[in-house]
Every structure is written in C-alpha cells, then in structure tokens.
C-alpha cells in the first residue's frame, strides 16, 4: 500500500511541475516565431564596466542573427542609480517586451519582480546569481532567469598585487554596503588576502558621496587598494584614484574598465565578452534551442593583464617583465 502512495504521490509532484515550466517553455517557444522581437535592456548606471557589457550583448545578439532594425527592437533604459526610476523602468520594460537584459544585479532583480514568469530574462555583469536569488542554482537555474556571469580571478588579481608591491601588507578592499555583489567580492577577496598571511582592511561607503572622505582615511592606513566588481566604486573611481594618488598608494580594480579610469593594474576578465556571452545566451533562448529553466549560467572566466602606464610612472611603481610581456601580448598597456 506504501509503494502505491509512493507512486501515486511521485506521479502528482510530476504533472504540477510540468504545469507550473509549461507556460515559460511555450512562451520561449513562441518568440521563433516573431518577425520582430522587442529586447528590453535595463542598466543600473552608467560607468565604462556596464557601458562595456551594454555594447557587448548587442554584439552578441547581432553574432546570432539578431540585429536592431532588422528583426528585433530595442528598448534600453539606464536607471543612472536611481532605485525609483530601476523600478519604474523595470516595470515598462516587462509590460513591453518578449525578452530582457538586467546588467548589474539590482537590475535584473527590478526585472524579475517587475516581468511575469514566462517572460526570459538574461543577466549580464552579475557576479552572484545564486547569492542574489535570481537563480536556485547556477548549474539549474529552475526558472525564467539565466545569462552571463563573471566574477574576477581573483586568486590571479592577489598575486598580481604580491609581484607589484611585494612589500604591502595591508591592503584596503572598499566596497558599497547595498551592492550585494561588490560586497561578495569584496569579502571573498579579504579572505584570500587573509589565507596569503596578509592584513585585509575594510572600508565601506553607503553610496557615492562617501568615497572621498572614506577613500581618503584608507589610503593613509593601507599599502595598496583593492576596488572590487561594485557599481558604487566603479562609479567614483575617478574621486578613489585622485586621493589614492594623493598618498602614494596604488589602486588594483576588478575590471579592466576600471584601470582606464585611473587602476594602477588588474587581471580582470574583458567586460565586453561578459555582455557577448549574455547576448549569445539570449539569441539560442530566442531560437528556441535552450530554455532558461535548464540553461546553465554562463561565465567567462580567462582574464587578461590591463596596466596603466601613465599610473605606474606616476607612482614609481616597477612591473615585473614576464608581467608586461603579458600585458603586450594579450592584455592591454594603457599609455
């Protein structure tokens, strides 16, 4: 009698799972069909990291045979760090769109709270998805939710700081206290720092306007700066650099958009190939060959070294060889 509930019991939790997946696979489904789909695309923020992942997922979609004006349309809003305006936006995105884009993880989260379930949505620059809630599982995210994710190398970015600046042993890691992801960078890296037998030290800013006080109290305590994968930091990393600059100390930032903004040096993935990830995601999700629920978060993980000349001559700082011998080979040396 056991083994017959059991059955019956299994048989149940089945057919309801089909129920609740059938909708989202049949409205994926749908979208092969469309002579013209309409791409929502929604930005926490401008600053050169998203900029770079907006570019590159419109590079991807065109890799995939989809291209504004031909066959999809779309419409992208930046919230410039408003949370009112994520929101809103969010909300006119979802009620007009066949398919979304979330870059940076407060914007995707808007979008799923905002866009029915049967709707995809891809994110881009989020480098927790399982942590944020927008996935169960990054190898089963189990819903409408998938896309491209990247955190830094950042085992790669210590030992980067180690063969520059030998001699630190304090490093300052600042992050943004509402940035979920910055603040999982941040702390992962502290750790590692911490493994490595050095002093990590933590320094935090509510938004924007805290990082000039805030920056300069940590640059006159630490050795070196970490600025980790955080919208907040990247945003202000021109005010972080000039106090950063004012004491002596070097800036290593997560992404390589980051150096150009004044980073001493990073190896960092390419935050262009993140967003060409998330839009060669979308476009097989589009065609009909994955479905959200069983498509595995991507990631791009091969970083490169980026080394900003004009900062290591400033701050008398000596490059290892082999390391700028990399830098020319496949990263980049900015003059």
């Known amino acids: 009698m056991k083994r017959i509930i059991t059955f019956i019991s299994a048989i149940i939790i089945f057919l309801v799972a089909m129920l609740l997946t059938q909708p989202a696979q049949n409205a ?17 923020v401008s600053h050169p990291a998203l900029d770079q992942i907006h570019a590159g997922i419109i590079s991807g979609l065109k890799d995939e045979g989809f291209v504004a ?3 999809i349309r779309v419409d992208f809003q930046n919230a410039q760090g408003d949370q009112s305006d994520l929101k809103t936006m969010a909300q006119q995105l979802a009620d007009r769109s066949d398919i979304l884009f979330g870059i940076a993880t407060p914007a995707a989260q808007s979008l799923v709270n905002s866009a029915s379930k049967t709707t995809p949505i891809m994110m881009a620059g989020i480098s927790d998805a399982a942590g944020s809630g ?17 955190d830094s190398p950042l085992e790669k970015q210590l030992k980067l700081i180690q063969d520059i600046m030998p001699q630190a042993k304090k490093i300052g890691v600042i992050y943004t206290s509402s940035d979920a992801g910055g603040q999982s960078n941040a702390r992962k890296f502290a750790k590692l720092v911490t493994k490595a037998g ?28 970490y600025a980790p994968q955080d919208n907040g930091v990247a945003s202000a990393m021109k005010t972080l650099v000039n106090n950063a600059n004012q004491a002596g100390k070097p800036v290593f930032p997560a992404a390589d958009t980051m150096v150009k903004d004044g980073g001493t040096a990073a190896y960092a993935i390419d935050q262009h190939d993140l967003g060409r990830l998330a839009g060669h995601m979308a476009g097989q999700v589009l065609k009909g060959k994955q479905k959200t629920a069983t498509y595995p978060v991507g990631f ?36």
């Open 300 to 335: 791009v993980v091969k970083g490169k070294y980026v080394i900003n000349q004009a900062q290591v001559d400033r701050l008398h700082i000596s490059i290892p060889a082999n390391i700028l011998e990399q830098a020319h080979k496949n990263g980049r040396i900015i003059k």
């Open 134 to 150: 927008l996935v169960k599982s990054e190898q089963h995210p189990g819903g409408n939710v998938t896309g491209a994710s990247g």
């Open 28 to 44: 994926q489904q749908k979208l092969t069909h469309k002579k013209v789909i309409k791409v929502g695309i929604l930005q926490l």
């Open 198 to 225: 050095l002093q990590p030290k933590m320094y935090t800013i509510a938004n924007t306007n805290d990082m000039q006080q805030i920056s300069q109290q940590m640059a006159s305590q630490v050795d070196a700066i």
């Open 69 to 71: 004006g031909k066959n």
